[in-house]
């Protein structure tokens, strides 16, 4: 039973990660902003629904699609994460002075 009420505990809460990261990134949206914190909600919310998937298998990996989608899920966080911090250490972009 905890196992059950764990993940769909989980699984709300990256939904509600998801719905977080999409709004703030709509807020603060500069050049790509949106664009990444889209796709970063995106991965979020489906890692949720997988949890809840789990719910209903018992197991992160069990069937195999399932662990693929995470696995998915978590390479695109991470592909967010290394264009999220590359853009943190660019310089700004200052307008061309005529």
């Not at 769909?8 to 050049?31: D, H, K």
């Not at 695109?76 to 994460?81: I, T, W």
Request: glycine residues 8%; contains cysteine.
């Amino acid at each position: 039973m905890i196992h059950y009420w764990g993940n769909v505990i989980e699984a709300v809460f990256w939904m509600a990660v998801a719905a977080t990261v999409y709004l703030r990134s709509e807020r603060n949206s500069g050049p790509g902003w949106l664009d990444l914190g889209a796709r970063a909600a995106v991965a979020f919310f489906w890692f949720g629904i997988s949890d809840f998937i789990e719910v209903r298998t018992g197991a992160w990996y069990r069937p195999l699609g399932l662990l693929a989608m995470k696995g998915i899920c978590v390479a695109v966080l991470l592909h967010c994460l290394v264009c999220h911090r590359r853009a943190q250490c660019r310089p700004p972009v200052s307008p061309a002075q005529d």
